[in-house]
């Protein structure tokens, strides 16, 4: 399923959901990433696509280069 095309959770099953581009905080890496995102507002469940997980590999080869 697209991220974007969620419309209510699948952990809670709240409507109150966001799209939203924000930082993301890498929990193996401990790094923030701004990255297209999903938002529960009830439970706090953040979901991540396709695109997100595009940019934040952009962001990981970028700093190899580096």
Not at 18 to 36: F, M, Q, T, Y
Not at 49 to 55: I, Q, T, W
């Amino acid at each position: 399923m697209e991220r974007n095309k969620i419309k209510r959770c699948p952990i809670c099953g709240s409507e109150s959901i966001e799209h939203i581009v924000g930082d993301h905080i890498s929990k193996i890496r401990g790094v923030a990433h701004n990255v297209p995102q999903t938002v529960c507002h009830n439970c706090g469940e953040v979901f991540l696509g396709p695109d997100s997980l595009e940019v934040i590999r952009s962001y990981e080869h970028q700093a190899k280069q580096a």
